[in-house]
């Protein structure tokens, strides 16, 4: 089965500091990974996704994402945080499981971005 | 403006009272999904499409229906609701049926089921 991780239900940085925010995943076959954004009262957006090739990938809003297949992990980054950047982050993995496709979704990280 | 958008926003219902959400998208998607969200848990997969009259279940399909008529339009039936399906729930698009599309959100509808 497949499954994503997101250890941290919150990370704090400072507005201008460099941030992380981590997700391992699980699945059979080639990783379909996504990354997606909430904010408050709103419906997800898509921010970026790793299908192949180059393992840093650049999306929305100047986050990138680094895709590791040895640790089986795909980090979002950012290189310097914005107060708007506060939201609910999710990762997510795309799969074959026992003949259908799947979404499966981590927990979400909440970000908060200080001033 | 390319958008999926789901009615109502917000409801709340009774125990048993049969009701039903709608989602409609008009990007002509092939793929369409129900999602509901809860504190802790993320967002789970109820129902998919992969296309008109192709439907399949996700991870949490118990108590849940949908119908796939035409390809904008994918309805989460709830036949008889209880409060366990009080949440969040979400309806998302993706243009083709492969893994690597990434998906278009609605704007979620909150349910309480008393």
């Known amino acids: 089965a497949q499954s994503v991780a997101q250890p941290e239900d919150q990370v704090n940085v400072a507005e201008g500091n460099p941030l992380t925010v981590k997700c391992t995943y699980s699945v059979s076959g080639n990783p379909y990974l996504f990354w997606y954004v909430q904010y408050p009262n709103r419906g997800l957006q898509f921010l970026l996704k790793y299908i192949t090739g180059d393992n840093l990938v650049k999306g929305s809003y100047g986050f990138e994402a680094e895709f590791n297949k040895s640790q089986t992990s795909f980090h979002l980054k950012k290189p310097s945080a914005l107060v708007s950047d506060s939201a609910l982050y999710f990762c997510?993995?795309?799969?074959?499981?026992?003949?259908?496709?799947?979404?499966?979704f981590g927990i979400g990280t909440k970000l908060q971005v200080i001033p | 403006e390319a958008q999926v958008t789901q009615n109502p926003r917000y409801l709340i219902t009774v125990t048993g009272k049969k009701l039903t959400v709608t989602c409609s998208q008009n990007m002509n998607h092939e793929y369409m999904s129900w999602y509901r969200q809860d504190p802790g848990l993320g967002l789970r997969q109820i129902y998919y499409s992969m296309n008109v009259e192709v439907t399949d279940k996700g991870d949490v399909p118990e108590g849940y229906k949908v119908s796939r008529k035409e390809k904008r339009n994918f309805p989460l039936i709830l036949e008889s609701p209880s409060p366990n399906q009080t949440s969040l729930y979400f309806c998302?698009?993706?243009?083709?049926?492969?893994?690597?599309?990434?998906?278009?959100f609605g704007p979620g509808t909150r349910l309480t089921v008393t």
């Open positions: 998302a698009s993706s243009a083709g049926q492969g893994l690597s599309h990434e998906q278009y």
């Open positions: 997510a993995v795309r799969g074959l499981s026992g003949g259908y496709q799947k979404v499966t």
